[in-house]
T-cell receptor, first 109, second 112 residues
């Protein structure tokens, strides 16, 4: 089955800095790549997603880039704010959904 | 209001006592799935269902059963719970699998 690796497991940045989280996957047939944000005690919620026919997608301060050749995709958050502090999960769809282990992002004011 | 509901939200039980966690969605979604979340392991898929009467094993199906007799409901059954099934469980649904998944509020299960 699909193997999804997510790095780093923890990330601490100063408010206003950028944060980058990277995920790699193993099966080139995977074709949908969402990112979820989970605040403490809450359910995961989609923040951005990308499909395999697109290389980059942006939504305000959040962007996702996909490199199909290298089989990796990344989440970019610019101008980070304390409310961006949460656990972020990447996921990969290939007949079922596989999630990465998560990255705990802390934004220090 | 479009939503995914789970019951119960919290459950403490003992080893071997059968239990069912219910999941219901009101969005007419075809795809539903169950995940367990453990520290450092992310979300691991237990079972998923592409449509009524169609279910498939995910990453960690051992010790669990599911059924999909109607589109809106996807209960998770633990026939003989064990302490290693202590976890936070999420149900999710989406229009089809390759789409945004909408998660329920979670069920925190403790098996003593």
């Amino acid at each position: 089955g699909e193997n999804v690796e997510q790095h780093p497991s923890t990330l601490s940045v100063q408010e206003g800095d950028s944060a980058v989280i990277k995920c790699t996957y193993s099966d080139s047939a995977s074709n949908y790549f969402p990112w979820y944000k989970q605040e403490l005690g809450k359910r995961p919620q989609l923040i951005i997603d990308i499909r395999s026919n697109v290389g980059e997608k942006k939504d305000q301060r959040i962007a996702v880039t996909l490199n199909k050749t290298a089989k990796h995709f990344s989440l970019h958050i610019t101008e980070t704010q304390p409310e961006d502090s949460a656990v972020y999960f990447c996921a990969v769809w290939n007949n079922d959904m596989r999630f990465g282990a998560g990255t705990r992002l802390t934004v220090k004011p | 209001e479009a939503q995914v509901t789970q019951n119960p939200r919290y459950l403490i039980t003992v080893t071997g006592k059968k239990l069912t966690v219910t999941c219901s969605q009101n969005m007419n979604h075809e795809y539903m799935s169950w995940y367990r979340q453990d520290p450092g392991l992310g979300l691991r898929q237990i079972y998923y269902s592409m449509n009524v009467e169609v279910t498939d094993k995910g990453d960690v199906p051992e010790g669990y059963k599911v059924s999909r007799k109607e589109k809106r409901n996807f209960p998770l059954i633990l026939e003989s719970p064990s302490p290693n099934q202590t976890s936070l469980y999420f149900c999710a649904s989406s229009p089809q699998g390759r789409n945004e998944q909408f998660f329920g509020p979670g069920t925190r299960l403790t098996v003593l």
